[in-house]
Protein backbone atom coordinates (compact mmCIF):
# COMPACT_ATOMS: atom_id res chain seq x y z
CA UNK A 1 0.00 0.00 0.00
CA UNK A 2 2.64 2.35 1.14
CA UNK A 3 4.64 1.56 -2.00
CA UNK A 4 1.55 2.33 -4.31
CA UNK A 5 1.19 5.93 -2.95
CA UNK A 6 4.77 6.25 -3.33
CA UNK A 7 4.12 5.72 -6.67
CA UNK A 8 1.19 7.96 -7.28
CA UNK A 9 3.06 10.64 -5.38
CA UNK A 10 5.72 10.55 -7.89
CA UNK A 11 3.56 10.15 -10.55
CA UNK A 12 2.30 13.38 -9.46
CA UNK A 13 5.37 15.33 -8.82
CA UNK A 14 6.70 14.46 -12.03
CA UNK A 15 3.61 15.79 -14.14
CA UNK A 16 3.89 19.05 -12.14
CA UNK A 17 6.85 19.63 -12.32
CA UNK A 18 6.61 18.92 -16.43
CA UNK A 19 3.59 20.86 -16.45
CA UNK A 20 5.76 23.67 -14.63
CA UNK A 21 8.85 23.70 -16.66
CA UNK A 22 6.36 23.91 -19.82
CA UNK A 23 4.47 26.77 -18.81
CA UNK A 24 8.30 28.34 -17.83
CA UNK A 25 10.07 27.77 -20.85
CA UNK A 26 7.77 26.48 -23.79
CA UNK A 27 11.73 26.03 -25.54
CA UNK A 28 11.96 22.58 -23.72
CA UNK A 29 11.11 20.61 -26.27
CA UNK A 30 8.43 17.53 -26.09
CA UNK A 31 11.56 14.90 -27.79
CA UNK A 32 14.15 16.48 -24.51
CA UNK A 33 11.03 15.72 -21.57
CA UNK A 34 10.69 12.28 -23.31
CA UNK A 35 14.76 11.79 -23.22
CA UNK A 36 14.74 12.68 -19.63
CA UNK A 37 11.76 10.46 -18.47
CA UNK A 38 13.10 7.50 -20.26
CA UNK A 39 16.60 8.21 -18.23
CA UNK A 40 14.40 8.51 -14.78
CA UNK A 41 12.56 4.92 -15.80
CA UNK A 42 16.37 3.65 -16.95
CA UNK A 43 17.67 5.11 -13.45
CA UNK A 44 14.47 3.50 -11.39
CA UNK A 45 14.85 -0.22 -12.87
CA UNK A 46 18.73 0.16 -12.12
CA UNK A 47 17.99 0.79 -8.99
CA UNK A 48 15.65 -1.92 -8.63
CA UNK A 49 17.97 -4.59 -9.82
CA UNK A 50 20.92 -2.86 -8.39
CA UNK A 51 19.44 -3.60 -4.66
CA UNK A 52 18.46 -7.37 -5.32
CA UNK A 53 21.82 -7.94 -7.02
CA UNK A 54 23.86 -6.66 -4.05
CA UNK A 55 21.01 -8.37 -1.28
CA UNK A 56 21.63 -11.66 -3.67
CA UNK A 57 25.17 -11.06 -3.24
CA UNK A 58 24.92 -11.07 0.35
CA UNK A 59 23.14 -13.98 0.34
CA UNK A 60 25.14 -16.39 -2.30
CA UNK A 61 28.26 -15.50 1.01
CA UNK A 62 25.84 -16.61 3.79
CA UNK A 63 26.11 -20.35 1.75
CA UNK A 64 29.51 -20.29 2.26
CA UNK A 65 29.61 -18.87 6.15
CA UNK A 66 28.02 -19.75 7.82
CA UNK A 67 26.04 -21.76 5.79
CA UNK A 68 28.69 -24.47 4.43
CA UNK A 69 30.84 -24.01 7.18
CA UNK A 70 28.56 -25.35 9.46
CA UNK A 71 26.87 -28.24 7.32
CA UNK A 72 30.42 -29.46 6.92
CA UNK A 73 31.50 -28.56 10.39
CA UNK A 74 28.67 -30.64 11.94
CA UNK A 75 29.73 -33.39 9.88
CA UNK A 76 33.12 -33.91 10.73
CA UNK A 77 34.54 -35.08 14.61
CA UNK A 78 34.89 -33.08 17.43
CA UNK A 79 38.30 -32.76 17.42
CA UNK A 80 38.30 -30.98 13.35
CA UNK A 81 35.29 -28.58 13.59
CA UNK A 82 37.47 -25.75 13.85
CA UNK A 83 39.70 -26.56 10.86
CA UNK A 84 36.67 -28.12 8.49
CA UNK A 85 35.23 -24.50 9.59
CA UNK A 86 38.42 -22.86 8.50
CA UNK A 87 38.59 -24.23 5.14
CA UNK A 88 35.31 -22.71 4.51
CA UNK A 89 36.38 -19.49 5.78
CA UNK A 90 39.31 -19.15 4.44
CA UNK A 91 38.05 -18.89 0.77
CA UNK A 92 36.15 -16.05 1.99
CA UNK A 93 39.76 -14.44 2.20
CA UNK A 94 42.01 -15.80 -0.21
CA UNK A 95 39.74 -15.84 -2.90
CA UNK A 96 38.30 -12.71 -2.46
CA UNK A 97 42.10 -11.48 -2.64
CA UNK A 98 42.74 -13.09 -5.87
CA UNK A 99 39.29 -12.16 -7.55
CA UNK A 100 40.46 -8.33 -6.93
CA UNK A 101 43.70 -9.35 -8.58
CA UNK A 102 43.43 -11.37 -11.29
CA UNK A 103 40.20 -13.90 -11.13
CA UNK A 104 37.67 -11.86 -11.99
CA UNK A 105 39.82 -10.70 -14.76
CA UNK A 106 40.59 -14.48 -16.11
CA UNK A 107 36.98 -15.26 -15.71
CA UNK A 108 34.87 -12.17 -17.12
CA UNK A 109 37.27 -10.12 -19.34
CA UNK A 110 37.00 -10.62 -22.85
CA UNK A 111 39.85 -13.45 -23.97
CA UNK A 112 39.76 -16.33 -25.60
CA UNK A 113 37.27 -19.49 -25.76
CA UNK A 114 38.98 -21.01 -22.47
CA UNK A 115 39.52 -17.91 -20.70
CA UNK A 116 39.72 -14.07 -19.92
CA UNK A 117 42.37 -11.89 -20.44
CA UNK A 118 43.64 -9.28 -18.23
CA UNK A 119 41.92 -6.66 -19.52
CA UNK A 120 40.27 -6.49 -16.15
CA UNK A 121 43.25 -7.43 -13.48
CA UNK A 122 43.47 -5.22 -10.77
CA UNK A 123 39.36 -4.42 -11.16
CA UNK A 124 40.49 -1.84 -13.80
CA UNK A 125 37.62 -0.64 -15.56
CA UNK A 126 35.31 -2.61 -13.42
CA UNK A 127 33.13 0.64 -12.02
CA UNK A 128 29.60 1.87 -11.99
CA UNK A 129 29.24 1.82 -15.54
CA UNK A 130 26.54 -1.73 -16.64
CA UNK A 131 28.64 -4.25 -18.62
CA UNK A 132 25.87 -4.68 -21.51
CA UNK A 133 27.06 -8.28 -22.41
CA UNK A 134 26.53 -9.52 -18.76
CA UNK A 135 23.92 -7.45 -16.71
CA UNK A 136 23.06 -4.16 -18.75
CA UNK A 137 21.35 -2.42 -16.02
CA UNK A 138 23.39 -2.21 -12.66
CA UNK A 139 27.41 -1.71 -12.14
CA UNK A 140 29.75 -3.74 -13.01
CA UNK A 141 31.12 -3.81 -9.88
CA UNK A 142 27.82 -5.17 -8.62
CA UNK A 143 28.22 -8.04 -11.14
CA UNK A 144 31.72 -8.57 -10.04
CA UNK A 145 31.33 -8.62 -6.45
CA UNK A 146 28.23 -11.20 -6.80
CA UNK A 147 30.70 -13.81 -8.53
CA UNK A 148 33.24 -12.99 -6.24
CA UNK A 149 30.78 -14.87 -3.85
CA UNK A 150 30.64 -18.13 -6.67
CA UNK A 151 34.16 -18.26 -6.66
CA UNK A 152 34.37 -18.29 -2.82
CA UNK A 153 31.93 -20.79 -2.52
CA UNK A 154 33.28 -23.65 -4.91
CA UNK A 155 36.62 -24.22 -3.82
CA UNK A 156 35.21 -24.57 -0.32
CA UNK A 157 32.88 -27.02 -1.22
CA UNK A 158 35.48 -29.27 -2.40
CA UNK A 159 36.77 -29.44 0.97
CA UNK A 160 34.32 -31.96 2.21
CA UNK A 161 36.61 -34.60 0.68
CA UNK A 162 39.63 -33.79 2.10
CA UNK A 163 38.29 -32.99 5.48
CA UNK A 164 39.96 -34.11 8.44
CA UNK A 165 43.48 -35.34 6.69
CA UNK A 166 44.86 -32.14 4.99
CA UNK A 167 47.61 -29.82 6.46
CA UNK A 168 46.24 -25.77 6.25
CA UNK A 169 48.92 -24.51 3.89
CA UNK A 170 48.45 -27.29 1.45
CA UNK A 171 44.31 -26.36 1.58
CA UNK A 172 45.33 -22.34 0.91
CA UNK A 173 47.88 -23.16 -1.45
CA UNK A 174 45.48 -26.01 -3.43
CA UNK A 175 42.64 -23.44 -3.38
CA UNK A 176 44.26 -20.36 -4.75
CA UNK A 177 45.40 -23.01 -7.34
CA UNK A 178 42.32 -24.02 -8.25
CA UNK A 179 40.63 -20.88 -8.42
CA UNK A 180 42.61 -19.62 -10.64
CA UNK A 181 43.01 -22.81 -12.88
CA UNK A 182 40.23 -24.54 -12.91
CA UNK A 183 37.19 -22.26 -11.52
CA UNK A 184 38.37 -19.05 -13.52
CA UNK A 185 38.47 -21.10 -16.94
CA UNK A 186 35.21 -22.93 -16.42
CA UNK A 187 33.30 -19.48 -15.37
CA UNK A 188 34.97 -18.15 -18.55
CA UNK A 189 33.76 -20.89 -20.83
CA UNK A 190 30.37 -20.94 -19.50
CA UNK A 191 29.84 -17.34 -18.52
CA UNK A 192 32.27 -15.09 -20.06
CA UNK A 193 32.48 -13.07 -22.99
CA UNK A 194 33.64 -15.33 -25.87
CA UNK A 195 33.45 -18.51 -23.95
CA UNK A 196 32.91 -21.84 -26.28
CA UNK A 197 30.32 -22.89 -23.79
CA UNK A 198 28.22 -19.32 -23.09
CA UNK A 199 25.02 -19.71 -24.32
CA UNK A 200 23.47 -15.97 -24.40
CA UNK A 201 26.74 -14.73 -25.96
CA UNK A 202 26.91 -17.61 -29.20
CA UNK A 203 29.40 -20.05 -27.72
CA UNK A 204 30.53 -22.94 -29.59
CA UNK A 205 28.28 -25.73 -27.64
CA UNK A 206 25.85 -23.48 -26.06
CA UNK A 207 25.46 -24.99 -22.65
CA UNK A 208 22.51 -24.09 -20.51
CA UNK A 209 24.07 -23.33 -17.22
CA UNK A 210 21.65 -20.61 -15.08
CA UNK A 211 23.29 -20.49 -12.19
CA UNK A 212 26.49 -23.20 -12.03
CA UNK A 213 25.99 -26.51 -12.57
CA UNK A 214 28.62 -27.03 -14.65
CA UNK A 215 30.91 -24.28 -13.10
CA UNK A 216 30.51 -24.45 -9.99
CA UNK A 217 28.96 -28.12 -8.71
CA UNK A 218 30.57 -30.37 -11.63
CA UNK A 219 33.95 -29.00 -11.04
CA UNK A 220 33.79 -28.78 -7.31
CA UNK A 221 32.23 -32.20 -6.89
CA UNK A 222 34.63 -34.01 -9.61
CA UNK A 223 37.66 -32.29 -7.79
CA UNK A 224 36.35 -33.75 -4.29
CA UNK A 225 36.48 -37.08 -6.00
CA UNK A 226 40.16 -36.47 -7.26
CA UNK A 227 41.42 -35.37 -4.17
CA UNK A 228 39.53 -38.18 -1.58
CA UNK A 229 41.36 -40.60 -3.94
CA UNK A 230 45.08 -38.62 -3.87
CA UNK A 231 44.91 -38.23 -0.15
CA UNK A 232 43.62 -41.38 0.68
CA UNK A 233 41.36 -43.09 3.13
CA UNK A 234 41.28 -40.74 6.61
CA UNK A 235 43.23 -43.15 9.48
CA UNK A 236 41.07 -46.17 10.26
CA UNK A 237 38.38 -45.48 7.26
CA UNK A 238 36.40 -47.90 7.43
CA UNK A 239 36.56 -49.88 9.90
CA UNK A 240 36.38 -47.03 13.06
CA UNK A 241 33.23 -45.26 13.13
CA UNK A 242 32.98 -41.84 12.30
CA UNK A 243 29.86 -40.49 12.55
CA UNK A 244 29.41 -36.62 12.45
CA UNK A 245 29.45 -34.85 16.16
CA UNK A 246 26.78 -32.60 16.05
CA UNK A 247 24.09 -33.39 13.10
CA UNK A 248 22.19 -30.36 15.03
CA UNK A 249 25.11 -27.96 13.58
CA UNK A 250 24.70 -29.69 10.08
CA UNK A 251 20.66 -28.87 10.21
CA UNK A 252 21.29 -25.25 10.51
CA UNK A 253 24.27 -25.21 8.01
CA UNK A 254 21.74 -26.76 5.82
CA UNK A 255 18.70 -24.87 5.79
CA UNK A 256 21.15 -21.74 5.52
CA UNK A 257 22.17 -22.80 2.10
CA UNK A 258 18.53 -23.88 1.42
CA UNK A 259 17.73 -19.81 1.78
CA UNK A 260 21.21 -18.72 0.51
CA UNK A 261 20.51 -20.82 -2.32
CA UNK A 262 17.59 -18.33 -3.26
CA UNK A 263 19.95 -15.65 -4.22
CA UNK A 264 22.59 -18.11 -6.05
CA UNK A 265 20.08 -19.12 -8.43
CA UNK A 266 17.17 -16.36 -8.27
CA UNK A 267 20.11 -13.55 -8.41
CA UNK A 268 21.82 -15.22 -11.36
CA UNK A 269 18.38 -14.04 -13.24
CA UNK A 270 20.90 -10.63 -12.42
CA UNK A 271 17.84 -8.27 -12.79
CA UNK A 272 15.01 -8.23 -10.24
CA UNK A 273 12.14 -9.46 -12.70
CA UNK A 274 9.76 -11.83 -13.22
CA UNK A 275 12.91 -14.47 -13.73
CA UNK A 276 14.16 -13.92 -10.89
CA UNK A 277 10.72 -15.06 -9.70
CA UNK A 278 10.53 -18.20 -11.77
CA UNK A 279 14.06 -18.95 -10.84
CA UNK A 280 13.34 -18.65 -7.03
CA UNK A 281 10.25 -21.08 -7.16
CA UNK A 282 12.14 -23.72 -8.96
CA UNK A 283 14.80 -23.40 -6.64
CA UNK A 284 12.34 -23.81 -3.77
CA UNK A 285 10.58 -26.55 -5.07
CA UNK A 286 13.17 -28.83 -6.04
CA UNK A 287 15.03 -28.70 -2.64
CA UNK A 288 11.69 -29.81 -1.02
CA UNK A 289 11.34 -32.73 -3.72
CA UNK A 290 14.77 -33.99 -3.44
CA UNK A 291 14.34 -33.97 0.99
CA UNK A 292 11.24 -36.18 0.03
CA UNK A 293 13.24 -38.18 -2.35
CA UNK A 294 16.13 -39.07 -0.13
CA UNK A 295 14.42 -39.49 3.24
CA UNK A 296 12.15 -41.92 1.38
CA UNK A 297 14.55 -43.77 -0.10
CA UNK A 298 16.05 -44.19 3.36
CA UNK A 299 12.83 -45.07 4.82
CA UNK A 300 12.20 -47.39 2.23
CA UNK A 301 16.01 -49.17 2.80
CA UNK A 302 16.86 -48.53 6.42
CA UNK A 303 13.43 -48.31 7.83
CA UNK A 304 13.48 -44.61 9.00
CA UNK A 305 13.51 -40.97 7.48
CA UNK A 306 16.83 -39.43 8.86
CA UNK A 307 17.32 -35.77 9.66
CA UNK A 308 21.18 -36.24 8.39
CA UNK A 309 19.38 -37.29 5.29
CA UNK A 310 16.47 -35.14 4.81
CA UNK A 311 18.88 -32.06 4.95
CA UNK A 312 21.53 -33.67 2.62
CA UNK A 313 19.23 -34.57 -0.15
CA UNK A 314 17.42 -30.58 0.21
CA UNK A 315 21.32 -29.66 -0.75
CA UNK A 316 21.54 -32.48 -3.51
CA UNK A 317 18.05 -30.64 -5.06
CA UNK A 318 19.34 -27.44 -4.88
CA UNK A 319 22.56 -28.61 -6.33
CA UNK A 320 20.61 -30.37 -9.44
CA UNK A 321 18.19 -27.53 -10.04
CA UNK A 322 21.15 -24.72 -10.08
CA UNK A 323 21.79 -25.13 -13.77
CA UNK A 324 18.12 -25.63 -14.98
CA UNK A 325 16.56 -22.65 -12.48
CA UNK A 326 16.08 -20.36 -14.51
CA UNK A 327 14.95 -22.41 -17.60
CA UNK A 328 12.10 -24.81 -16.10
CA UNK A 329 9.04 -24.20 -14.80
CA UNK A 330 7.76 -25.12 -11.15
CA UNK A 331 6.14 -29.26 -11.99
CA UNK A 332 10.16 -30.06 -13.95
CA UNK A 333 11.70 -28.38 -10.70
CA UNK A 334 9.87 -31.14 -8.72
CA UNK A 335 10.60 -33.86 -10.75
CA UNK A 336 14.56 -32.70 -11.07
CA UNK A 337 14.24 -32.70 -7.28
CA UNK A 338 12.51 -35.99 -6.75
CA UNK A 339 15.28 -37.88 -9.14
CA UNK A 340 18.47 -35.69 -7.62
CA UNK A 341 17.08 -36.95 -4.26
CA UNK A 342 17.12 -40.68 -4.91
CA UNK A 343 20.37 -40.47 -7.30
CA UNK A 344 22.46 -38.80 -4.85
CA UNK A 345 21.22 -41.37 -1.73
CA UNK A 346 22.17 -43.56 -4.14
CA UNK A 347 25.37 -42.33 -4.97
CA UNK A 348 26.53 -41.56 -1.30
CA UNK A 349 24.87 -44.70 0.44
CA UNK A 350 26.02 -47.12 -2.03
CA UNK A 351 28.24 -46.25 -4.80
CA UNK A 352 30.51 -44.71 -2.58
CA UNK A 353 30.71 -47.89 -0.43
CA UNK A 354 31.61 -50.27 -3.65
CA UNK A 355 34.60 -48.22 -4.76
CA UNK A 356 35.62 -47.43 -1.04
CA UNK A 357 36.76 -43.79 -1.35
CA UNK A 358 36.64 -41.97 1.61
CA UNK A 359 35.12 -38.73 0.44
CA UNK A 360 34.53 -37.38 3.83
CA UNK A 361 31.79 -35.25 3.71
CA UNK A 362 29.96 -36.86 0.57
CA UNK A 363 31.37 -33.63 -1.54
CA UNK A 364 31.49 -35.88 -4.78
CA UNK A 365 28.19 -37.65 -4.11
CA UNK A 366 26.11 -34.62 -3.38
CA UNK A 367 27.62 -31.84 -5.82
CA UNK A 368 29.48 -33.93 -8.54
CA UNK A 369 26.65 -36.27 -8.91
CA UNK A 370 23.82 -33.93 -8.12
CA UNK A 371 25.59 -31.37 -10.44
CA UNK A 372 25.86 -33.73 -13.61
CA UNK A 373 22.08 -35.46 -13.12
CA UNK A 374 21.11 -31.52 -13.08
CA UNK A 375 22.83 -30.02 -16.00
CA UNK A 376 21.95 -33.20 -18.20
CA UNK A 377 18.26 -32.94 -16.83
CA UNK A 378 18.20 -28.95 -17.95
CA UNK A 379 18.51 -30.30 -21.31
CA UNK A 380 15.88 -32.23 -21.70
CA UNK A 381 13.56 -29.77 -19.57
CA UNK A 382 14.62 -26.40 -20.21
CA UNK A 383 11.68 -24.45 -21.69
CA UNK A 384 11.88 -21.08 -24.04
CA UNK A 385 8.64 -20.18 -22.56
CA UNK A 386 10.77 -19.48 -18.77
CA UNK A 387 13.26 -17.94 -20.76
CA UNK A 388 13.64 -17.30 -24.91
CA UNK A 389 17.43 -17.00 -23.98
CA UNK A 390 18.10 -18.95 -27.84
CA UNK A 391 16.51 -16.68 -30.60
CA UNK A 392 16.98 -16.64 -35.09
CA UNK A 393 18.09 -14.00 -36.75
CA UNK A 394 14.86 -12.46 -36.66
CA UNK A 395 14.55 -12.02 -33.15
CA UNK A 396 11.77 -15.38 -32.57
CA UNK A 397 12.17 -17.40 -29.60
CA UNK A 398 13.89 -21.04 -30.54
CA UNK A 399 13.03 -24.28 -28.84
CA UNK A 400 15.61 -24.71 -25.43
CA UNK A 401 15.33 -28.64 -24.00
CA UNK A 402 13.69 -31.93 -25.28
CA UNK A 403 10.37 -31.24 -24.07
CA UNK A 404 10.65 -27.99 -25.73
CA UNK A 405 11.35 -30.31 -29.30
CA UNK A 406 15.32 -29.10 -29.37
CA UNK A 407 16.85 -32.85 -29.05
CA UNK A 408 19.83 -31.08 -30.06
CA UNK A 409 20.76 -29.30 -26.63
CA UNK A 410 21.36 -32.42 -24.66
CA UNK A 411 24.07 -33.04 -26.46
CA UNK A 412 25.57 -29.66 -25.62
CA UNK A 413 25.01 -29.91 -22.12
CA UNK A 414 27.28 -33.11 -22.50
CA UNK A 415 29.81 -31.05 -23.75
CA UNK A 416 29.55 -28.80 -21.39
CA UNK A 417 29.82 -31.79 -18.59
CA UNK A 418 32.28 -33.60 -20.56
CA UNK A 419 34.93 -30.64 -20.40
CA UNK A 420 33.53 -29.61 -16.68
CA UNK A 421 34.67 -33.17 -15.59
CA UNK A 422 37.98 -33.28 -17.61
CA UNK A 423 39.00 -29.94 -16.60
CA UNK A 424 37.99 -30.77 -13.21
CA UNK A 425 40.39 -33.72 -13.05
CA UNK A 426 43.23 -32.77 -14.88
CA UNK A 427 43.59 -29.68 -13.21
CA UNK A 428 42.71 -30.62 -9.89
CA UNK A 429 45.46 -33.59 -10.00
CA UNK A 430 48.09 -31.30 -11.55
CA UNK A 431 47.53 -28.86 -8.58
CA UNK A 432 47.23 -32.05 -5.90
CA UNK A 433 50.86 -33.03 -7.75
CA UNK A 434 52.45 -29.71 -7.64
CA UNK A 435 51.13 -28.89 -3.14
CA UNK A 436 51.99 -32.79 -2.92
CA UNK A 437 55.56 -31.86 -4.32
CA UNK A 438 56.69 -28.29 -2.57
CA UNK A 439 54.65 -28.76 0.73
CA UNK A 440 53.24 -32.36 1.27
CA UNK A 441 49.46 -32.39 1.53
CA UNK A 442 49.07 -34.39 4.42
CA UNK A 443 49.31 -34.06 8.74
CA UNK A 444 51.73 -36.20 10.09
CA UNK A 445 49.25 -39.55 11.35
CA UNK A 446 50.27 -38.38 14.90
CA UNK A 447 48.81 -34.86 14.13
CA UNK A 448 45.76 -36.74 12.48
CA UNK A 449 44.84 -38.76 15.76
CA UNK A 450 45.11 -35.82 17.86
CA UNK A 451 42.94 -33.59 15.69
CA UNK A 452 43.53 -30.85 13.03
CA UNK A 453 41.77 -28.38 15.18
CA UNK A 454 44.98 -28.72 17.67
CA UNK A 455 47.95 -29.61 15.28
CA UNK A 456 46.67 -26.75 12.57
CA UNK A 457 45.60 -23.91 14.81
CA UNK A 458 46.18 -24.23 18.46
CA UNK A 459 42.61 -24.44 19.03
CA UNK A 460 39.96 -26.24 19.92
CA UNK A 461 36.15 -26.44 19.71
CA UNK A 462 34.80 -27.06 22.52
CA UNK A 463 36.77 -25.95 25.26
CA UNK A 464 35.57 -28.14 27.92
CA UNK A 465 37.97 -28.52 30.86
CA UNK A 466 37.25 -27.45 34.30
CA UNK A 467 38.96 -24.76 34.68
CA UNK A 468 37.02 -23.06 31.89
CA UNK A 469 33.89 -23.80 33.27
CA UNK B 1 29.71 -46.92 56.46
CA UNK B 2 28.30 -47.77 52.61
CA UNK B 3 29.47 -47.11 49.26
CA UNK B 4 26.14 -47.37 47.25
CA UNK B 5 26.82 -46.80 43.28
CA UNK B 6 23.98 -47.07 41.26
CA UNK B 7 23.91 -47.52 37.26
CA UNK B 8 20.70 -46.15 35.77
CA UNK B 9 19.01 -45.40 32.78
CA UNK B 10 18.81 -41.40 32.86
CA UNK B 11 15.27 -40.85 32.29
CA UNK B 12 14.96 -42.53 35.99
CA UNK B 13 17.15 -40.06 37.81
CA UNK B 14 14.88 -37.35 38.77
CA UNK B 15 12.70 -40.54 40.73
CA UNK B 16 15.49 -42.10 41.86
CA UNK B 17 16.45 -38.49 43.35
CA UNK B 18 13.26 -37.67 44.83
CA UNK B 19 12.72 -41.47 46.69
CA UNK B 20 16.23 -41.15 48.02
CA UNK B 21 15.87 -37.41 49.47
CA UNK B 22 12.75 -38.72 50.78
CA UNK B 23 13.76 -41.89 52.73
CA UNK B 24 16.70 -39.54 54.15
CA UNK B 25 19.62 -39.71 52.04
CA UNK B 26 21.75 -36.45 53.09
CA UNK B 27 23.63 -35.64 49.50
CA UNK B 28 24.97 -37.36 46.49
CA UNK B 29 27.08 -37.41 43.43
CA UNK B 30 25.59 -37.67 40.22
CA UNK B 31 27.83 -38.33 37.10
CA UNK B 32 26.75 -38.87 33.34
CA UNK B 33 28.27 -41.85 31.86
CA UNK B 34 28.54 -44.44 29.18
CA UNK B 35 28.57 -48.50 29.23
CA UNK B 36 26.34 -51.30 28.39
CA UNK B 37 25.47 -54.38 30.33
CA UNK B 38 24.07 -57.47 28.66
CA UNK B 39 22.04 -54.71 26.53
CA UNK B 40 24.59 -54.04 24.31
CA UNK B 41 24.08 -51.47 22.13
CA UNK B 42 22.16 -50.05 18.86
CA UNK B 43 22.42 -49.22 15.40
CA UNK B 44 22.25 -45.57 13.95
CA UNK B 45 22.61 -44.40 10.19
CA UNK B 46 24.40 -41.34 8.77
CA UNK B 47 24.32 -41.18 5.15
CA UNK B 48 23.31 -44.69 4.65
CA UNK B 49 26.37 -45.92 6.75
CA UNK B 50 25.28 -48.19 9.55
CA UNK B 51 26.79 -47.10 12.80
CA UNK B 52 26.72 -49.72 15.81
CA UNK B 53 26.68 -47.43 19.50
CA UNK B 54 27.86 -50.32 22.05
CA UNK B 55 28.45 -47.66 24.91
CA UNK B 56 24.76 -45.82 25.65
CA UNK B 57 24.31 -42.94 28.22
CA UNK B 58 23.70 -43.59 31.65
CA UNK B 59 23.62 -41.82 34.99
CA UNK B 60 25.66 -43.19 37.70
CA UNK B 61 24.65 -42.23 41.28
CA UNK B 62 26.89 -42.57 44.10
CA UNK B 63 26.31 -42.39 47.99
CA UNK B 64 27.99 -42.57 51.54
CA UNK B 65 25.36 -43.90 53.56
CA UNK B 66 25.11 -44.54 57.21
CA UNK B 67 24.47 -48.78 57.62
CA UNK B 68 21.03 -48.46 58.73
CA UNK B 69 20.08 -46.35 55.28
CA UNK B 70 21.74 -49.11 52.73
CA UNK B 71 18.60 -51.34 52.57
CA UNK B 72 16.00 -48.39 52.39
CA UNK B 73 18.25 -46.89 49.61
CA UNK B 74 18.64 -50.04 47.76
CA UNK B 75 15.07 -50.97 48.20
CA UNK B 76 14.15 -47.08 47.15
CA UNK B 77 16.18 -47.42 43.97
CA UNK B 78 14.68 -50.64 42.98
CA UNK B 79 11.00 -49.18 42.79
CA UNK B 80 11.60 -46.00 40.50
CA UNK B 81 14.18 -47.16 38.17
CA UNK B 82 12.89 -50.53 37.45
CA UNK B 83 10.79 -50.63 33.78
CA UNK B 84 11.55 -54.57 33.86
CA UNK B 85 13.20 -54.30 30.07
CA UNK B 86 16.99 -55.03 29.93
CA UNK B 87 19.51 -52.04 30.61
CA UNK B 88 17.63 -51.02 33.96
CA UNK B 89 20.97 -50.72 35.66
CA UNK B 90 22.91 -52.00 38.32
CA UNK B 91 23.92 -51.63 42.45
CA UNK B 92 27.25 -52.20 43.99
CA UNK B 93 27.64 -51.80 47.13
CA UNK B 94 30.93 -52.03 49.22
CA UNK B 95 32.64 -50.84 52.39
CA UNK B 96 34.03 -47.31 53.22
CA UNK B 97 36.68 -46.58 55.94
CA UNK B 98 36.53 -43.34 56.76
CA UNK B 99 34.21 -40.30 55.26
CA UNK B 100 35.96 -36.79 56.27
CA UNK B 101 34.36 -32.97 56.03
CA UNK B 102 36.64 -30.81 54.32
CA UNK B 103 35.09 -27.92 56.00
CA UNK B 104 35.77 -28.81 59.24
CA UNK B 105 37.26 -32.10 59.93
CA UNK B 106 34.61 -33.89 61.37
CA UNK B 107 35.08 -37.74 60.53
CA UNK B 108 33.15 -40.68 59.89
CA UNK B 109 29.28 -40.86 59.98
CA UNK B 110 29.01 -37.44 60.94
CA UNK B 111 30.74 -36.19 57.71
CA UNK B 112 28.28 -37.57 55.61
Request: proline share 3%.
Amino acid sequence: MRVVMRKLGLGLLLVLTAGHSFAQTATVSQADRLLKLEQQVADAKGSADNAWMLMCAALVLLMTGPGLALFYGGLVRKKNVLSTMMQSFAMMAIVTALWAMVGYSLAFAPGNGFIGGLQHAFLRGVGAQPDPDYAATIPQQTFMIYQLMFAIITPALISGAFAERMKFSAMALFMALWSLMVYAPMAHMVWGKGGILNASLGGRFPTLDFAGGTVVHITSGVSALVCAQYLGRRLGYPKEMMPPHSVVLSFIGACLLWVGWFGFNAGSALSSGSLATSAFVATHFAAAAAAIGWAASEWIRNGKPTVLGSISGAVAGLVAITPASGFVGPMPALLIGLVAGGFCYFMVASVKALFGYDDSLDAFGVHGAGGTIGALLTGVFASKIINPIFHDAQGNALSLGIMDGNFHQLLNQLVGVVIAWVLAIVGTLLILKFVDTVIGLRVPAEHEVQGLDFTQHGEEGYYLEASAL
Amino acid sequence: MTKLEAVIQPAKLDAVKDALLEIGVEGMTVLEVRGHGRQKGHTEFYRGREYSVDLLPKVKIEIVLSDELVDKAVHAILEQARTGKIGDGKIFLSRVDEAIRIRNDERGVAAL
